[in-house]
């Protein structure tokens, strides 16, 4: 479904490709994560892949989706993809939504850039959509503005936006890094139950191996832009060799007082 | 063996202790005169000891934010004592305050924007000191250059803006700038949770090397388990503005009394075994 061939991408500002010769491809229904630390071209590759990098990047090789170029579109023809197709969670839905339209707007507004619909039948179609990410009083949420809800709220909201036109392909870029535990837990079982649901394939971004496990079905690990790593999850976390992978996948169960904080002085 | 050194500890006199310590916001909606008044902490003692790592934590909007300003000085508490090395603080004014800030300092969770964008490295390390009158002319930028050498940042770099460093970096620079003062109590307030993993377990190293050699106290505002397993010797755990639990590491974390601990540890656990699973090949 999803093929990328040589992708590089150079910002104009850096001396270093962000990313280098990124080589993968995903089959429908599949759950991808990428695995890297800050800084190592994971939000590029996600960017790289709806079309959204700045203008002054320079993009080679090619993203091939359903056999055509994303990378060699027209705008409009983009358009027609992004949000339908293929759509993005954001980091942090506090800032990719709008603070002055009313969250169900903005799910309604995707709907009805992509589907002729009447609004009252849009508007059924949203609040259904908000019962399906397990929100509670819909009609609150519909008619709140972005700053009246709760973080959990939010990301709820933000998840209900990119999948109300039933996307092939969701990139979820560090769906959970701005939440704490509780409600990250319950976010990355939403998006599981979503998945069930659904069926759609999904990128999964992030720098925590343990969010990947029993979610992903592969994983490629990013270093400096390059590919280091990749695998299915159950053989790249047991026998990870790549020594950058290792070190990671050592810091998630970590031992008991690892770091010493009981010097006596 | 760990925790019994540091419950043995306990019985030297505590840095840091609070009581019946409370605070309220008053809000006022945009347009009416109606008011809100949040509890955000409510009736909080607890005793910080010297040399530890003491680990804050709570989900968010708990209250742990508003008590850790309030323990850095920031916050005037509306009830309550705090006592800092046998003295209580919290009603201390002008002078006495001055002189006081340079024990306490405080390192933010978001450094882009703690740390002033139109400042380079140096002066962001120096102002304390100039402000404090601690150094002066030449003196300035040599012990700054040397701050940035100590949490391992090229003293090249001293004439940067704080945007052209990494998350990591600029970290190490506000944790720089925060030990210019040569402070007792460091409270880090979430400075770790927006950094991916190896650059986190990277500070932390900084941090315990730091207390080996400045004999500093911390306090972690936290809300990650995983984290807080690793590193505090005793933990608070706070819910609805009061705290619920508290004990040695050991204690809170393998045999937690309060639900709220207890939902906070399940959901990490469920993520580490999950992990685990995969690892040993249970779950494929």
Known sequence: ?265 | MRTEQAVKRAAKPALVRVSGLSKQYVQRGAFSRRKFVIDAVREVDLEIQPRCLTALVGESSSGKSTLARCLALLERPDKGEIWFEGEEVSRQRGRELASLRPKIQMIFQDSAGALNPRFSAAEIIAEPLEIQRLASGHQLHKRACELMEEVGLSPEWANHRPLEFSGGQRQRLAIARAIALQPAFLILDESLSKLDLITQAQILQLLSDLQTTHALTYLLICHDLTLVKRVADFVLVMHHGKIVERGTRQDVLSSPQHVHTRHLLSSVRDLESAFRDVQSGAGS
């Not at chain 1, 061939?5 to 759950?31: H, W």
């Open chain 1, 1 to 265: 479904m999803l093929r990328c061939q040589r992708l590089t991408v150079n910002y104009a500002s850096a001396t270093k490709p962000a990313l280098c010769e990124i080589d993968f491809e995903m089959g429908p229904g599949e759950v991808v994560g990428i695995l890297g630390e800050s800084g190592c071209g994971k939000s590029t590759l996600a960017l790289s892949i709806l079309g959204l990098l700045p203008a002054t990047a320079r993009v080679e090789g090619s993203i091939l989706f359903h056999d055509q170029d994303l990378l060699c579109l027209s705008e409009s023809r983009l358009q027609t993809i992004r949000g339908a197709q293929i759509s993005l969670i954001h980091q942090e839905p506090g800032l990719s939504l709008s603070p002055v339209m009313r969250a169900g707007e903005q799910i309604s507004e995707v709907l009805g850039a992509h589907r002729p619909m009447t609004k009252p039948r849009r508007e059924q179609e949203c609040k259904a959509m908000l019962r399906e990410v397990q929100l509670g009083d819909v009609d609150r949420i519909y008619n709140a503005y972005p700053h009246q809800l709760s973080g959990g709220e939010l990301h709820r909201v933000a998840i209900a936006q990119s999948l109300i036109c039933r996307p092939e392909l969701v990139i979820c870029d560090e769906p959970t890094s701005s939440l704490d535990v509780t409600i990250q837990a319950e976010i990355l079982n939403l998006l599981r139950e979503l998945k069930r649901k659904f069926g759609m394939a999904m990128i999964f971004i992030t720098h925590n191996p343990a969010l990947l496990a029993g979610f992903a079905d592969r994983v490629l690990v990013i270093y400096e832009g390059r590919i280091v790593e990749e695998g299915r999850v159950s053989q790249v976390f047991r026998r990870p060799l790549h020594s950058y992978t290792n070190e990671l996948l050592q810091l998630v169960t970590p031992e008991e007082g690892r770091v010493a904080f009981h010097h006596e002085n």
